[in-house]
């Protein structure tokens, strides 16, 4: 199934976008420390010292990179979505230059990402590439979808989720905006 820009019907707002990219990586955090939770039955020796030292901290360590990966994915949203820098900083409680500072760069390279979507995958913040970017600039819906199963499986009890917790939510360009934009 492709929803590329050029089908029939129009493109996903750049805010869509971006949300979908923040619910990736809130998916990638949520894997990644729930993956830390269970005690491995040969993870601690039998006079109580670890088996392989450093293993824990490196997994704390990737959880850290993937909060710090969903927190500018945040922040990048509440741009594309229409935030001041002074809401992004009152948010934060920091100065609106200083959100302005820590994110612009990553709006534009966000930005840059939904130009390039036959890049095989992005560059974070953190030198970690992130081939699902690339994969949500060239088919939003099938990474909804995507999305979508992987919310339904790990619903704790949330039960107005619907059958689309993820692609449920998308919204398309008005074509009218677009034909507007381009004039």
């Known amino acids: 199934m492709t929803d590329g820009d050029t089908g029939a019907a129009a ?10 990219v923040t619910a990736y990586e ?3 955090l949520a894997d990644l420390a729930r993956a830390a ?8 020796n039998p006079d109580g ?3 392989s030292p450093g293993s824990v901290l490196a997994d704390a360590a990737r959880v850290l990179r993937a909060a ?17 820098w002074q809401l992004i900083g009152d948010a934060l409680d ?6 302005r500072v820590r994110f612009a760069m990553a709006e534009t390279r966000f930005r840059e990402e939904l130009l390039s979507p036959e890049v095989t ?25 995507d999305l979508d199963d992987w919310v339904l499986r790990h619903e704790d009890g949330d039960s107005d989720l619907g059958t689309a917790p993820v692609s449920g939510g998308l919204v398309r ?8 934009q381009h004039s």
């Open 11 to 20: 493109p996903y707002t750049e805010a869509t976008r971006a949300r979908l």
């Open 26 to 28: 809130a998916y990638e």
């Open 37 to 44: 939770v269970p005690i491995g039955e040969h993870e601690l």
């Open 49 to 51: 010292t670890v088996h």
């Open 68 to 84: 710090h990966r969903f927190f500018e994915a945040a922040a990048v949203f509440e741009r594309l979505g229409g935030a001041s």
């Open 94 to 99: 920091i100065a609106p230059q200083t959100a």
């Open 121 to 145: 995958g992005s560059t974070g913040a953190d030198g970690e590439v992130s081939w699902w970017r690339a994969y949500m600039a060239r088919e939003p819906l099938e990474a909804a979808l």
């Open 173 to 180: 360009m008005d074509p009218r905006r677009r034909a507007e």
